[in-house]
C-alpha cells in the first residue's frame, strides 16, 4: 500500500513549456486534489475531483488544467509554464469528508 | 497562531515540555477540522481531527481542543520530542472546501 504518489519529485522548466504531473493513490479514495505550497504559506487548492470522470476548480486554477480519466490517478496540466508558477505541488485524496492523505510533493521551477 | 507571507509564526520549546499551538478559523459553518505535521521536504501529514459538535478530541500525545464561540483550535502536544520539530497546519473544511492555515514552526531544543 504505498498511499499517494506523485511523479516527478523535481522539475525545471523554461517559460512557456509544457509539462504534466501525476498523481496515484491505491487507497480506492473517490476525492482527489491539487495544490500548490508556496514559501512561507499554506496550501492552496487548484483543482478538485470529487470522482472518476469529474474536476472542479479551486482557489488558484488558473494557468493550470486536470483531468481525472481513472479513480487511481489524477493529472496537473500546465499548458504555458510561468514563473510565478515556480512552487511546491501537492496531490491529496480522500473519502468524501474525511481526512486527506498528502503526496510528497513535486517541486517545479520555472525559469 | 495564523499568519500570511513570508514569516510563520514559531514556537521554541524545551525537549520534554508541552507545545500549544494556536489557529484561528475563518468560517463558522466548517464542520471538521485537521491538525497537520508538515516537516521538510514532505507532504502534510495527519496528526489529528476533531467535528464541530466536539470540543476536545485526545490522540497519543496530542489534543486537539476546538473553542466554536471564538472560531478557535488548538493543538496540544505533551513531552514534546525533538521529532516533533516541524510547521503545523491547522485545515478547516466546509462542505468539500478545506482551506489551511499557513502554518507554526515548532522547533524542539534538546
Known amino acids: 500500500n504505498a498511499g499517494v504518489t506523485q511523479t516527478p519529485k523535481f522539475r525545471v522548466l523554461k517559460t512557456g513549456q509544457s509539462m504534466t504531473l501525476l498523481c496515484a493513490q491505491d487507497m480506492n479514495h473517490e476525492y482527489m486534489y491539487w495544490y500548490r505550497q508556496d514559501p512561507g504559506m499554506g496550501l492552496r487548492l487548484i483543482h478538485y475531483?470529487?470522482?472518476?470522470?469529474?474536476?472542479a476548480k479551486g482557489e488558484v486554477p488558473d494557468g493550470y488544467n486536470v483531468s481525472r480519466l481513472k479513480k487511481q490517478n489524477f493529472l496537473l496540466g500546465l499548458e504555458s509554464a510561468a514563473p510565478s508558477q515556480t512552487s511546491v505541488y501537492f496531490c491529496?485524496?480522500?473519502?468524501?469528508?474525511?481526512?486527506?492523505?498528502f503526496g510528497p510533493g513535486t517541486r517545479l521551477t520555472v525559469l | 497562531g495564523e499568519s500570511v507571507g513570508l514569516h510563520l509564526p514559531t514556537l521554541s520549546v524545551q525537549e520534554g515540555d508541552n507545545s500549544i499551538i494556536n489557529c484561528a478559523y475563518s468560517n463558522s459553518a466548517s464542520d471538521y477540522f485537521i491538525w497537520y505535521k508538515q516537516e521538510s521536504g514532505k507532504g502534510p501529514q495527519f496528526i489529528i481531527d476533531i467535528r464541530s459538535n466536539m470540543d476536545k478530541r485526545q490522540g497519543q500525545r496530542v489534543t486537539v481542543l476546538l473553542n466554536k464561540t471564538v472560531k478557535h483550535l488548538s493543538l496540544q502536544i505533551a513531552a514534546t520530542q525533538p521529532g516533533d520539530s516541524a510547521v503545523y497546519f491547522c485545515?478547516?473544511?466546509?462542505?468539500?472546501?478545506?482551506?489551511f492555515g499557513a502554518g507554526t514552526r515548532l522547533t524542539v531544543k534538546p
Open positions: 475531483s470529487v470522482g472518476e470522470g469529474t474536476t
Open positions: 485545515a478547516e473544511l466546509n462542505n468539500n472546501d478545506m482551506r
Open positions: 491529496a485524496s480522500s473519502y468524501p469528508e474525511y481526512t486527506q492523505y
